[in-house]
């Protein structure tokens, strides 16, 4: 009898409780369509000052504008208010937008963002008018073509950068490094984008990749390199992503995916609504992974790019050396609209493996290098070396020795530290 009291007890309780919660589930339930209704309410609200001001626009303006101008101009400026990537493109911009996804366009070659409210250069792209004139990751664009840069959204930048090949643009930008202002005239030309710069073997099986942009082709392109080194006896491998600004999600996976086993977490999303929540993971079926790794990177190193970076030093894969990357880590949706325009806003950030954030605060090297510029004077004493050596050469050197001797005097100071910290793990290792 008393098992059955309990065992009534027990259920009745299990009852009660299931009631009580229906009950808190349900009040619940009630206060979000309570709240959602008042955002509701509230938005369109709003929405009558906005349609307030489009009829006052109308009727007391000026000059007489079409509905669509001030529609566009709306978009325009909601967009460009909530961060610097998002942004409303008319037919004209999104058309352009896709045809710079192609690989090849006109203009100088630089990519650009808004930083601290001024327009930034993230890096000028490798072989460009450009990289060749001497711009470079951080510098701040004050003026184009005589027009101050102040307040231009990333859309009205980029459309006085680009123009037809042959055409010169004038920039004065601020080189805060060098606490001065510089101008440049460069002439536009057309920008191809070959996502491999290069792949050799440096020195004692210490072999280099130049990664300069993630595109569709970079996967194959890469496991060719690699496959070319590895055939040279390859002992330790230099990926430099220095000023490579980035380009598609899925390529950096892959890349990333060659270097470190499958099945591990590459990158993740997170955005507000659990739908822009994802994890990206590597699919490692090349095996690369028998070698110590250095990966360079910059202040032009972004978005891709530090996925990458991230991925391999979170998992120890590689040493990353040089100075901090960009940080550019947010994830931009582009929208189509039914009229050929679009919007682009941003849906998520990325963060790596061990949950880091890459979004402003970038990626951290292991080993910090600064970028040291050959000076007149250094530049100056090689040549005088060079003379003194061939004047007092006794041997005739093959043509292998002078190829090597040519190598190392290209070598930059970042690229030289990743070859002696190379060296030394290979030498630690036995590998």
């Known amino acids: 009898m008393k098992k059955r009291i309990v065992l009534l007890l027990v259920v009745t309780s299990f009852a009660l409780g299931a009631a009580v919660y229906s009950s808190i589930s349900f009040a619940a339930k009630q206060e979000q369509a309570q709240e959602q209704k008042q955002k509701t309410d509230d938005l369109y609200k709003e929405l009558e000052l906005f349609s307030d001001a489009v009829s006052i626009i109308r009727t007391d303006y000026v000059e007489e504008k079409k509905s669509k101008e001030l529609i566009y101009g709306a978009l325009k400026g909601m967009l460009s208010s909530l961060d610097p990537y998002s942004q409303f493109m008319d037919p004209d911009t999104y058309n352009e937008m896709k045809i710079e996804t192609e690989g090849e366009f006109g203009g100088i070659g630089i990519e650009i963002t808004v930083k601290d409210d001024l327009l930034t250069i993230i890096s000028p792209i490798d072989d460009t008018p450009a990289y060749k004139a001497g711009l470079k990751a951080g510098d701040k664009i004050v003026k184009i073509d005589g027009a101050v840069t102040k307040d231009l959204t990333l859309v009205d930048a980029v459309k006085k950068l680009r123009g037809k090949p042959g055409t010169d643009v004038n920039i004065i930008v601020l080189r ?12 536009r030309s057309i920008i191809k ?10 020195d004692s099986g210490i072999g280099y990749i130049r990664l300069a942009e993630f595109q569709e082709n970079s996967p194959k392109d890469l496991s060719e390199a690699l496959k070319k080194l590895e055939a040279d006896n390859l002992k330790g491998l230099i990926l430099d992503l220095r000023n490579n600004p980035g380009g598609l999600l899925d390529v950096a996976v892959d890349v990333a995916g060659k270097f470190i086993e499958g099945g591990k977490v590459v990158v993740s999303t997170k955005g507000r609504v659990e739908t822009q929540n994802f994890e990206f993971k590597s699919k490692n079926k090349n095996h690369h992974l028998d070698y110590p790794m250095v990966v360079l990177v910059n202040g032009g ?27 550019k880590g947010s994830v931009q949706t582009v929208v189509p609209m039914s009229d050929g325009s679009a919007i682009r806003v941003t849906t998520s ?20 290098v600064e970028y040291q510029e050959p000076s007149l004077k250094d530049k100056e004493a090689d040549k005088e070396t060079a003379l003194i050596e061939k004047l007092m050469e006794t041997k005739e050197k093959t043509e292998k020795e002078k190829q090597e001797e040519k190598k190392k005097k290209e070598f930059d100071n970042q690229l030289s530290r990743a070859i002696d910290v190379l060296k030394g793990i290979v030498i630690y290792t036995g590998k």
Do not use: C, N, W
């Open 301 to 327: 190193s972004a978005s891709a790019s530090e996925i990458v970076a991230g991925a391999l030093q979170d998992y120890k894969r590689a040493l990353i050396i040089g100075t901090k990357s960009f940080g």
């Open 176 to 187: 805060e490094s060098e606490k001065k202002l510089l101008e440049f005239t460069i002439t």
């Open 193 to 202: 984008i070959a996502s491999i710069k290069k792949a050799e073997i440096l």
């Open 349 to 368: 950030k990325y963060f790596t493996p061990k949950g880091r954030s890459i979004h402003g605060e970038g990626i951290m090297p292991d080993i910090v």
